[in-house]
């Protein structure tokens, strides 16, 4: 997808970002748009809803039906737009913190209910709009503002908790595996049911700079060394595997969810009266 291309799914006016030089937000969020000019989409037949972070932010600058809604609230939110209107294909916006710690009880209920929603979680570890709090996927013992001496809590791993909830599309890529990103992306907007993609990404301003992990190419190096396929890390033992970014499909399986069941519902209420 070339710079003009990718414009048509922006508005201008709205540019430039806030982003932080070399922040990983704008590359998920390319992402996402080749994904949708692949798949061929209509920009009204989309709905974007985000929540409260720095990725929130995406839905300022692109050119959908969008709603920036409430911190943690946006599966909520997507839910209603989902429940009211089935035609749109409907995506979640959102960051670590915002899906996994205030929002965690609606992430794990949408996942349970098959909620036809594409959620992409920008991971970048931490809390960076607020200014670099430790989220619930810092890795134990990483630096953050409330972690000056490292973080004490062991971090949620979003593919399982996905899965373990129910998620039927569950995919994960860093920011250096973009056109996995894509494709992964891709797909899960093209699921039917609740699909998740946990999309690796870097803060180089507050994760970066508290754990000494380079600018932003520097973090990108890392996600190369330490990104290893599903494939290759079902041959490695827990040991091998301290360290590693998982990448790769984990679930993708149909089963009827949500939505299908409720306009099942209708129309047999229907067709009674
Ligand atoms: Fe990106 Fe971090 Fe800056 Fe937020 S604080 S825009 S996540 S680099």
Redo the contacts with the bound molecule.
């Keep these: 997808m070339n710079k003009d291309e990718a414009l048509e799914y922006l508005r201008g006016n709205h540019l430039p970002t806030v982003?932080?030089p070399?922040?990983g937000?704008g590359i998920v969020l390319k992402a996402m748009l080749e994904a949708i000019k692949n798949l061929g989409l209509q920009k009204d037949n989309i709905a974007v809803v985000s929540g409260i972070g720095?990725s929130s932010r995406a839905t300022g600058y692109i050119d959908f039906n969008t709603m920036h809604t409430l911190h943690g609230r946006a599966i909520a939110f997507a839910t209603g737009v989902k429940l009211a209107r089935p035609d749109l294909k409907v995506i979640v916006i959102t960051g670590d913190g915002d899906a996994m710690a205030i929002g965690g009880n609606h992430f794990i209920h949408a996942c349970r209910r098959n909620m036809d929603l594409t959620v992409v979680i920008y991971n970048?570890n931490i809390y960076?709009?607020t200014g670099g709090q430790y989220s619930p996927t810092t890795p134990f013992g990483d630096k953050a503002t409330t972690a000056p001496y490292g973080n004490l809590e062991a971090p949620f791993d979003i593919v399982e908790m996905a899965k373990t909830a129910g998620a039927t599309y569950i995919a994960r890529a860093t920011t250096y595996h973009y056109m996995l990103m894509v494709k992964y992306i891709q797909k899960a907007i093209a699921h039917e049911g609740m699909s998740v993609v946990d999309a690796v990404t870097q803060?180089?301003?507050?994760y970066g700079r508290y754990n000494k992990s380079g600018d932003a190419p520097g973090m990108m190096q890392y996600f190369k060394e330490s990104g290893i396929s599903l494939e290759k890390a079902k041959s490695l033992d827990q040991k091998a595997l301290e360290g590693k970014i998982i990448i790769g499909e984990f679930v993708d399986i149909q089963k009827p969810g949500y939505v299908s069941e409720y306009n099942k519902l209708r129309e047999n209420l229907k067709v009674k009266s």
Aim: hydrophobic share 15%; aromatic share 16%.
């Design positions: 982003w932080c070399g922040c937000n720095c970048n960076g709009m803060c180089p301003t507050y």
